[in-house]
Structure formats: C-alpha cells, structure tokens
C-alpha cells in the first residue's frame, strides 16, 4: 500500500485539505468547508472547518504525514490558558492603517520615508495594516484590557498546526494535551509577514538554533509595548515540526503522522506550482497576489513589495491586493448573474469597454497602501451603460491593479518569462482571456486545482523523506502542474486608461 500524505489551505474563504501518495503526488481525496465571513474571525470557526473539510476528504487516518499553509497575518492572540483574547484580526483588516503609519514614522523618529526604509531594511516590508505587528499596535492602542492578556502570538496555520497537535484552550476536550504556549511552531514564510521576523538573522533555514533568533524583539516592543510573550518557534523547511494528535490525523499510522512547519498561503503555492526563477504566479483569491521566487531578500522603501521568505530557504516576493475574486463577485452581486453569467457577459464588450473603467478599491487598498480608498467607476456614458460594459469593466480592473504588482516586480529586477495564473478567479474564462491583453504576456492556466493545499502536501511528503533519511532530502519531485496557454496581443490602452484615472 502506498505512503499518503495530506496539505491543508486555511484560508480567508474556506478551509481545503489534500491527500496524495508521497511518492508520484496522485491526488487521493479531497475536501472542502467555508469560513465565516468577515475581517476578524474566531479562529474556533477555522478548527470547525478543518473537522468539517477531513471528514468531506474521507478521514486522516491513514496519513503519515501532515501540513498546514494558511492565509498570512492574522493576528491570533492568545492568553496563557491558550483562549484567544479576542477574535483574530485578519490580513485584509484594515482598522489598524493608523497603527501602521505611526510605526512607520516612529521607526524614522518622525520621517516617514526614512521609516520606511528602516522597516524595509529591518524586516523585507514596509509595515501596512495587513501586517501582524500592525495589528498588535491596534490592540495596545484600542483595547489595552486585552493586549494585557496576551501571553503568546501565532499565526493562523501555526495556531491550526498547534491544535492538531493536541494543543488548545485548558478544558476543551478536543484538546487533550492543553494549553502549552512554547509548543507553537511556525516556519520562515510565515514568521516574514508578522513585522518582527528578520530572516537574515537566521544563518540557514536549517541551521541548529533555538528557532527565534530571527525576532526582532524591539520591534514587538514598539508595536505591543513589551516582549514578554510567547512567539512560535520557527522550524526549518523539512523539520518535522510535531506529531500529529491522532484524533485528528495518523491513527492507523505507527508512530502517528508527522507534521511539517507549514507554510504562509502564498510560499505554499509557490512549493505547490514548483516556482523556479522566471516563473511569476498571480493569484486571483480574496487577495490578488503576484509573487516571484529569489535568491535574496529585498528591501522594497517604496512598500509595494513585500520581500518574505519561502518555504524552501529562498525568498517570496509578493505584491498584494485587497481587491481580487471579491471584485467579480461585487459584479456579480450588480448585476444578478453567476460565474458563468458574469463570464458570458464581460467577453460581449470590446477591450477597454469603450472607456469605462473601474478602480477596483472595494475594501481600500493594500498596493498601492490607501486603506480608506473606495472604488469609483470612470467614463459612464449612455454607450458603456450595458451589463456587458460594466462587466468588463470590473474584471478588467481587478486585473490592472495585478499588472501594476507584475511592474513594481520588475521594477526590483525580476525576470519574468511565465506567469501561472491560479486562485478562485483563474476560474473565470473571462479573467483568462483578458490577463494576458492586460499584462502583456501569454499566461499559463494549470489544471484547476488546490496549489496551496498541494504544496502543504509536498512539504509534508518532504519532511516524511527527510525524516526516513535522517535529516536531508529534496523535496519530491511529483511534476509540475500541466496547464493551458492564454494568448492575446497586449491592448494597452486598457493599462492607459486605468492609470489615467487611478490616483484622482
Ligand atoms: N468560476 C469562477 N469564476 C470566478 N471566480 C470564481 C469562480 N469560482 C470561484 N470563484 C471565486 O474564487 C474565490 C475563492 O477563491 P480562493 O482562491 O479559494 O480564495 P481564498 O484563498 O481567498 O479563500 C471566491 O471569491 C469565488 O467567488
Ligand atoms: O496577505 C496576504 C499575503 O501577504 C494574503 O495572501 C493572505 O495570505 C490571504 O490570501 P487568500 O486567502 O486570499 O488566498
């Protein structure tokens, strides 16, 4: 009988989990359940979907070994009983933009471009309210009854790793081995994207080490005002990171299932598509997300792009946007019509849709950094005032909004000679025709599929191997995802006009 192996996607929308043979990557089973909506979530309803998302997979149990990846930033605050202190504020929260701005200033004792720079060179980013530490800096601020309380600070995978651990709140029976706060595990792309996380303290991602010497502490203390809590131990990429509880996975396997570090949604997606230089991914999830793989970590003042790590030793560069799958979703709420419809309807207008264009800030904006930004509808006219018109319009600018990521990209020096479009989004046909007259490149649609979840799996597959050999493998091999090829010349008044109206 073969090895399996499962990944996990805890992210904004829902919660999918994978199951694969470790050796060819075959796809085994698969299941799915939502999250609630909303900006800040108890991360209870993330251990609910996990239960609800294996059992629709067909059980854990005969796994022998496990990974998380999960949406980044989340803020999940715990007390020392392992209870949140409040509901986890999460990446595309934007109540702490203020936070994020008085940090940024503070760092620069009082110059917001020196700040910037000095957030840039300390941690690869420039803090925005997406980020952890901005988060922290809200809960000091606004609800100092609660930041009191807090004894440790996870991640969203880290805390969903810790609880099929066994870990958890004192007294929940689902979580037999207790609250014991130094058990939190994270790896490096995730502990990148918290603000206080200096990956080129770390000498090599598996160097022995106590797995917190990237933190930058006085950072922390800027944001919460004091240091003396607990932070996730940051494991090397094919560390095992634990043992599965086997009430929730590898009961049927000996020793139980091993699990992985885990990974931040986008360096899963990144080990899940096997990203290798010039590969360029854009995710069309909630967030839009185009990221590269590199050898170096940048230092990006401008704060368009976040340079994190991923989840084999490199670095993940990422532009992020606020607005992806949800802008399509608005338009179709607009105009009544499914996925389908909305597809249907959006290939009926010309390129461009006759001039009317959409600056899709729907929830503000992350790239460029306008929190309190709201959308606005450019060149409304009796002609572009058709379904079809604003169809376009829509999906047109939630794909301009990636292309100015794909530049600032650029613009740091990235080679790009293939772009693989994945997400929620990369589903619409639409989408698919017009990313490539937009971003002026030929875009390679892979099979529909899980990539995030898929990587959680090989990571899990890798930590399995490196186990067996007693420390050292490479990750497996399992291909890379087969896909189709989108062509279109580049229209690029699209791009003009967008850029004509965007920063009114
Ligand atoms: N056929 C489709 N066309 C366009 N968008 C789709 C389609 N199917 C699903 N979506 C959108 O994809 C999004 C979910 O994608 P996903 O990548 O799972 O998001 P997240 O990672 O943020 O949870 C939803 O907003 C949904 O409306
Ligand atoms: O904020 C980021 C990365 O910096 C987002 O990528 C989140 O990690 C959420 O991603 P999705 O759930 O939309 O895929």
Redesign the pocket.
């Known amino acids: 009988m073969s090895t399996l192996v499962a990944g996990v996607d805890t992210?904004?929308?829902?919660c999918k989990v994978v199951v694969r043979d470790a050796e060819t990557g075959a796809l085994r089973r698969f299941g799915s359940a939502s999250h609630p909506d909303g900006t800040e979530v108890d991360p209870a309803a993330w251990w609910d979907a996990l239960g609800a998302a294996v059992a629709a997979a067909g059980g854990l149990d005969d796994v022998a070994a496990l990974a998380v990846g999960g949406q980044q930033h989340g803020m999940v605050a715990l007390d020392a009983d392992g209870d949140v202190v409040r509901p986890a504020l999460l990446w595309n929260d934007t109540r702490s933009a203020q936070a994020a701005r008085d940090l940024v200033r503070e760092l620069g004792d009082g110059d917001e471009a020196v700040g910037a720079q000095a957030w840039a060179d300390a941690i690869g980013s420039v803090p925005v309210a997406s980020l952890t530490v901005t988060k922290l800096r809200w809960l000091r601020d606004a609800e100092p009854e609660n930041a009191a309380r807090v004894a440790a600070v996870a991640l969203p995978h880290d805390w969903l790793t810790w609880r099929i651990a066994g870990y958890g709140p004192a007294g929940d029976p689902t979580a037999p081995l207790g609250p014991d706060l130094d058990a939190l595990v994270t790896d490096a792309s995730d502990a990148s994207g918290t603000g206080y996380w200096d990956a080129t303290r770390v000498a090599s991602p598996d160097a022995a080490g106590s797995g917190r010497e990237g933190y930058r502490l006085d950072l922390l203390e800027l944001a919460l005002g004091r240091t003396d809590v607990v932070l996730p131990r940051v494991v090397g990429p094919s560390s095992v990171a634990g043992v599965a509880h086997p009430g929730v996975a590898g009961a049927d396997v000996e020793g139980g299932a091993l699990l992985g570090p885990g990974a931040g949604?986008n360096a899963g997606a990144a080990l899940g598509l096997g990203m290798t230089a010039g590969d360029v991914a854009v995710?069309i999830?909630?967030?839009g997300v185009v990221s590269a793989v590199v050898p170096e970590r940048t230092a990006d003042g401008s704060g368009l792009i976040n340079g994190f790590s991923d989840a084999t030793g490199r670095y993940l560069l990422l532009a992020v946007t606020l607005n992806a799958?949800?802008v399509?979703?608005a338009a179709r709420a607009v105009l009544g019509v499914d996925?389908a419809g909305l597809?249907r309807l959006a290939l009926q207008a010309p390129p461009g849709a006759d001039g009317l264009v959409l600056v899709p800030y729907l929830e503000g904006e992350r790239m460029p950094n306008r929190p309190d930004a709201t959308g606005t509808l450019h060149g409304v006219t009796l002609k572009t005032s058709t379904p079809a018109h604003l169809a376009r319009a829509y999906v047109e600018g939630m794909l301009c909004g990636l292309a100015d990521g794909l530049d600032a990209l650029r613009a740091l020096g990235v080679r790009v000679e293939r772009v693989q479009l994945v997400?929620?989004?990369a589903?619409?046909e639409a989408?698919r025709q017009f990313a490539p007259q937009v971003l002026g490149l030929p875009v390679t649609v892979p099979e529909p599929g899980e990539y995030v979840a898929d990587g959680a799996a090989r990571q899990a597959a890798w930590v399995l191997a490196a186990s067996r050999a007693g420390g050292e493998a490479d990750p497996p091999g399992w291909g890379t995802a087969s896909g189709t090829v989108s062509e279109a010349d580049e229209v690029p008044a699209i791009r003009a006009q967008y850029a004509a109206v965007r920063d009114r």
């Open positions: 992210s904004t929308q829902s949604d995710s999830g909630t967030s799958s949800r399509l979703d996925h597809s997400g929620g989004g589903q619409s989408v």
